[in-house]
């Protein structure tokens, strides 16, 4: 639908009708005068699911939640001033993940700009290099030359949100008065409604369809392939396989060829919990969950020392691995299908440009049979894994917190959408989180690996979710995002957050600051001693206080009515720092006690 009412009416309806027939389908609003053109566009559409959003920090993670599952641009829309600079963390966090969104930001005129008017500020480039396209649109006009300026300044904006990889594309947008569709020009343009046919205007706008992250979405070119094989890949030496976090995202048939190649090699995966592939376990590939304790005792560090490596997705969280890695002379080769740097260890890695379906397709063709010698590495691996579980399961007995964690797998629902917050979540589910096939799929912010907009974002994930959707936060992440809770009238779906609360930064208390007992409470851990019970009636939101793992396994099926549910666990920072490191010391300093 295109309105022409007046040019500002007219400049919005063409935008949004452009990326509406591009595939747009998902917009964030945030209230605002400057940006009342385009909210008025899309609200009146009818063709795009509109979530107001009184918080721009909000609202740009739950966009960028939104744009996490799908893998499609969600149009993030504000209104002039500091606004705009509200969605700044959620730009930096899509672009490092490679996340698509669209972002809108209503505007002055430029002759009111630098003459002190109300709500102005340089929202040139605002966002700094974090955008892959940005631009500022030229001001509304009544005529088709601009019509058509602004079709194809769509359809490139759209185009960018996908190329050259998944992120962020800016658009400023300038409005004079009037803002609001008012009927006093109506007359100066219809001539131009006259003359407008919206066939001929929009022929040619069409999409391909394709599956990202599991789901159809639309996609405005088709991209080519690397070639492969490379020369410099021999697969005869004993290897491994590292997975971790994939850059752009996972899709069910990326995981499988994973595990394709893995089998096909008979290579070893030490996956990062962080990547859903451990929720993927065919019972036919050596999966090691355990890596973290099991290269902490150096007799087995020096044992399964591999001669390649092939690095699959971001390098895995654990410290422990990377100094293992840094330890190691061998050659390891990265996919870089996104065309990033991917080791942070600086190593002498060689980067193949080729896809994880290109190097499944190759080792299946050239019909690779793992020998003697890798099996009995790959072997080595599980063996060590099953006696690491032994150590470890009989330590979660007295562990309350990291056993919770360790047992969710087992309680969720098949195909669950698990967000985990950074800091100690993160690391509770690498350490813990077994391997599994229920196929549940993994999302985190590790782009830029911050606490902000933890909540949004999660409700972002589980906005028309088909599937249940929790999120597993600890209490300051939730309470740095508090703000999230007002868009639960907003979000169509169910959300269960699982609150590990041990008041206070918990990470902390895991890393040598913890011993400066002067400056560490106040400091760093900043305990807020907040009664989330009273903070979940505060917002109408459902709470509930976990004691033990029955309580646990007993929340599903849910069968809350209310959109957010609250499960809390409480535990003691203190008590599980000195245990976790006294089941690290176990593998660091007991040779004795491993075979």
């Not at 930096?92 to 005129?109: C, K, N």
């Not at 008017?117 to 340089?122: E, F, K, L, N």
């Not at 690397?226 to 020369?231: G, V």
């Not at 797998?409 to 979540?425: E, I």
Request: hydrophobic share 40%.
């Amino acid at each position: 639908m295109v309105d022409f009412t007046n040019p500002n009416t007219l400049a919005a309806s063409v935008l949004v009708e452009t990326w509406f027939r591009l595939g747009l389908r998902q917009t964030v609003i945030c209230p605002g005068s400057r940006s009342s053109p385009l909210t008025v566009a899309l609200a009146r559409h009818g063709g795009v699911d509109c979530v107001v959003s009184l918080d721009e920090r909000s609202a740009s993670f739950f966009a960028l939640g939104h744009g996490r599952r799908t893998g499609q641009p969600v149009a993030l829309v504000c209104t002039s001033g500091t606004a705009a600079a509200n969605f700044l963390p959620a730009i930096i966090e899509a672009h490092y993940s490679q996340v698509p969104l669209l972002v809108l930001t209503g505007d002055r005129p430029p002759r009111l700009r630098h003459c002190r008017a109300g709500q102005t500020i340089d929202q040139t480039k605002l966002y700094g290099h974090y955008p892959q396209w940005q631009t500022e649109l030229a001001l509304p006009e009544p005529n088709m030359d601009y019509c058509h300026y602004l079709r194809q300044t769509a359809l490139h904006s759209w185009q960018k949100c996908f190329w050259p990889g998944l992120g962020v594309v800016h658009l400023n947008c300038p409005f004079d008065e009037p803002l609001v569709p008012l009927e006093h020009a109506r007359e100066s343009l219809q001539h131009l409604a006259e003359e407008f046919s919206k066939e001929h205007f929009y022929r040619g706008l069409t999409t391909f369809t394709t599956m990202n992250r599991g789901e159809a979405i639309s996609l405005p070119v088709n991209f080519s392939i690397f070639s492969f094989p490379s020369p410099q890949l021999d697969f005869s030496p004993l290897g491994l396989i590292l997975v971790g976090v994939m850059p752009g995202g996972e899709t069910p048939s990326l995981l499988t060829d994973i595990l394709a190649i893995a089998r096909g090699l008979g290579y070893p995966v030490l996956c990062d919990a962080l990547c859903s592939l451990r929720n993927y376990d065919d019972g036919q590939t050596a999966l090691i969950t355990n890596y973290d304790f099991l290269i902490r005792c150096p007799r087995w560090a020096e044992q399964l020392v591999p001669e390649q490596i092939i690095q699959i997705g971001e390098l895995p969280t654990s410290k422990a691995l990377r100094h293992w890695l840094g330890t190691i002379d061998c050659p390891r080769y990265i996919l870089n299908f996104h065309g990033e740097n991917l080791d942070p260890l600086q190593g002498q890695t060689i980067y193949l440009s080729a896809s994880v379906a290109q190097v499944a397709e190759h080792i299946h063709n050239q019909g690779f049979i793992p020998d003697a010698e890798q099996k009995n590495y790959a072997h080595s691996w599980l063996e060590k894994q099953r006696q690491s579980q032994t150590i470890i399961i009989s330590a979660l007995a007295d562990a309350h917190t990291p056993l919770m964690v360790a047992q969710l797998a087992h309680c969720l629902p098949p195909q669950t959408n698990l967000f985990v917050a950074n800091s100690l979540p993160v690391r509770w589910l690498e350490f813990f989180w077994p391997a599994n096939g229920d196929r549940h799929r993994i999302f985190v912010n590790r782009g830029a690996n911050g606490i902000d907009g933890t909540l949004s974002t999660a409700m972002g994930i589980a906005h028309r979710s088909r599937g249940e959707t929790v999120l597993l936060t600890g209490d300051l992440s939730l309470l740095h995002d508090s703000n999230g809770f007002l868009n639960q009238s907003q979000m169509r779906g169910n959300l269960t957050i699982i609150l590990l609360n041990n008041n206070g930064g918990g990470i902390f208390q895991t890393l040598p600051i913890a011993q400066c007992e002067d400056v560490f409470e106040t400091y760093f851990a900043t305990p807020q001693g907040v009664d989330f019970g009273q903070l979940c009636r505060t917002y109408g939101v459902e709470h509930k206080i976990i004691t033990n793992l029955w309580d646990l396994k007993e929340q599903w099926p849910n069968n809350n009515s209310s959109p957010i549910r609250v499960l809390e666990i409480i535990g003691d920072r203190h008590q599980e720092a000195q245990w976790l490191k006294s089941l690290q010391a176990q593998f660091c300093c007991a040779d004795s006690l491993i075979q």
